[in-house]
DNA sequence: CCGTATCCATTCCGATACTG
DNA sequence: CAGTATCGGAATGGATACGG
């Protein structure tokens, strides 16, 4: 018995959250939730992911309280997936990931993507962190897309390719 | 092949850091690095990982430029693994990632860890996330420890802690 | 003490076919 | 469209033995 070493009962809070989303798909799924997809196939569109794979990742992120399922929205007989509070408070470790990965993992004028939170996008403009003391010692700078922009992808050079639906009112009280 | 899909390619820096670094054991790694770790027995005696392993992660993360390695530090033949700028970069995601630990990965009263930045935790007593408003977006309430702190578990419940004192010997350039 | 190398079980993931 | 079932290849990670 090789197992995996689990970090469920870790005693570090780092280590435990990397428990629950800590795997290769679940932020990504998180993020594109984040982006206002709900629904199963615009999850595996967007991400490219196996269907198999995609039905065990959603299913254990509702099991981890992450998303939750409802069961319609536009009538048909399936389920939506929606950002539950737990989930929704993974926002600034998605931002976070977003800048450290704009700062750090792109050459200089290299095209990428932008923040594509529908909610939140609107309201924030630049995020950053600060202490107690009002202090900065966190990142600066960030790049928003406002919900509903035609081009979710926002190019320097190369041309958009990723279709997308309106934003409207998307996962959210 | 059937090679799981790289995201280094890939156009959204949440996928490019996920790349980067979001494998199993990336983060830890990082976070203990944050801790003061330095040395190969220590990040193998924190993690509990195998030498093999932690041999490659490593290898990776010097690869990306998250850790460097310098010479030596105590005399001995060896090397130290130390944060690069990217590397301490991170550190908002860590943060983010215990804050939500803390907040979603526990029971209530049960015991964790507390956060052990040797370097900013003498500055820094509870961080968060603002607009440019300067409206509160983000979390809130961190509990930080102090480099050197005998107990590195404390109740949760127990009273957060704002000492200070000097840095002494953990990593600081 | 620091790493490398090898073996092997487990898990992950992509492809595909299938049901409703 | 939304999932389930299965297969096979690849990567992961633990244990251990080995060399600097």
Redesign the interface.
Known sequence: MVK??SLKRA??????????I???WS??IV?DAFDGARRFGEFQNSL?ISKGILTTRLRDLVAQ?VLDTVPASDGSAYQDYVLTK?GQ??????????????????EPGE???VLVDNE?AE???????????G?A???ADTTVRKAGTPSP?QRRSAPAKRSRRSASTAAGP
């Open positions: 995996r070493t005693e570090c809070p780092v280590a435990r959250s990397l428990d629950a800590g795997d290769w932020l990504l993020r490219g309280g737990k408070d993974l926002f600034p470790i998605v931002v976070g990931l977003r800048q450290w990965g704009e700062d750090h993992c792109f095209a990428h993507s939140t309201r924030v403009g630049r995020l950053e962190i600060r202490s107690r003391s202090r010692v966190g990142w992808v």
